[in-house]
């Protein structure tokens, strides 16, 4: 029997996961969280086989709580799933640990395909991620999930600016800036700003050298 946990905040794609995954004999599901925080003490200790978590979640992204539980538990299978497609979500999801990558448009079908070949210690990439590895990056697509607010200020912090001065420069609030700081690092699978400057390099947004 396949112990499968379900990480996702948006209540009815993790029970329509569930409901899914349930109709398969050989699959159970053992745990249902809707964000990193509340799945951490579950997914670092109990005896789960495959998790299954959203890239963009409120708090820690899926790429962080991936990069941490790689960290306690390294053989740990994590698949991720996101609406986004881009080479660089991809890229980063694999760079994380994680064994494989689904995107919400991705068939039923494929989601009970990823969850047997993870558990049997394979990887699987849908069709979409697989089509994303084999483009180059690009400035649009590394960026596609930011927000215009969000973008002007990923460029601002890339580029050595400090919320503070952000603050003043776009004429925002400390806390407003520093939402949006937060959102970008989540979004890019970040966690510091240094992050976001090796993310910026790695996909030609500016220029320079790991």
């Given at each position: 029997?396949?112990?499968?946990?379900?990480?996702?905040?948006?209540?009815?794609?993790?029970?329509?996961?569930?409901?899914?995954?349930?109709?398969?004999?050989?699959?159970?599901?053992?745990?249902?969280?809707?964000?990193?925080?509340?799945?951490?003490?579950?997914?670092?200790?109990?005896?789960?086989?495959?998790?299954?978590?959203?890239?963009?979640?409120?708090?820690?992204?899926?790429?962080?709580?991936?990069?941490?539980?790689?960290?306690?538990?390294?053989?740990?299978?994590?698949?991720?799933?996101?609406?986004?497609?881009?080479?660089?979500?991809?890229?980063?999801?694999?760079?994380?640990?994680?064994?494989?990558?689904?995107?919400?448009?991705?068939?039923?079908?494929?989601?009970?395909?990823?969850?047997?070949?993870?558990?049997?210690?394979?990887?699987?990439?849908?069709?979409?991620?697989?089509?994303?590895?084999?483009?180059?990056?690009?400035?649009?697509?590394?960026?596609?999930?930011?927000?215009?607010?969000?973008?002007?200020?990923?460029?601002?912090?890339?580029?050595?600016?400090?919320?503070?001065?952000?603050?003043?420069?776009?004429?925002?609030?400390?806390?407003?800036?520093?939402?949006?700081?937060?959102?970008?690092?989540?979004?890019l699978g970040c966690e510091t700003t240094i992050d976001l400057v090796h993310f910026a390099l790695k996909n030609q947004l500016i220029t320079g050298s790991l």
């Amino acid at each position: 029997m396949i112990k499968v946990a379900l990480v996702d905040d948006h209540i009815v794609v993790r029970s329509g996961f569930a409901q899914l995954l349930m109709l398969e004999p050989d699959i159970h599901i053992v745990g249902e969280y809707s964000n990193g925080q509340e799945a951490w003490p579950y997914l670092a200790h109990d005896d789960i086989d495959v998790a299954v978590m959203d890239l963009s979640m409120p708090g820690e992204s899926g790429l962080q709580l991936q990069s941490r539980l790689k960290q306690k538990r390294p053989d740990f299978r994590t698949i991720i799933l996101s609406i986004y497609d881009t080479p660089a979500f991809v890229q980063s999801a694999l760079d994380s640990g994680a064994r494989g990558y689904l995107t919400k448009r991705c068939g039923p079908e494929e989601l009970v395909q990823a969850v047997r070949a993870v558990h049997q210690g394979g990887c699987y990439l849908c069709s979409d991620a697989m089509k994303a590895l084999r483009q180059t990056p690009e400035k649009e697509d590394a960026l596609h999930a930011l927000t215009p607010r969000e973008r002007e200020i990923f460029n601002l912090l890339v580029q050595g600016v400090n919320v503070k001065t952000i603050a003043v420069q776009l004429n925002l609030s400390h806390k407003t800036v520093h939402v949006h700081r937060a959102n970008v690092l989540g979004k890019l699978g970040c966690e510091t700003t240094i992050d976001l400057v090796h993310f910026a390099l790695k996909n030609q947004l500016i220029t320079g050298s790991l």
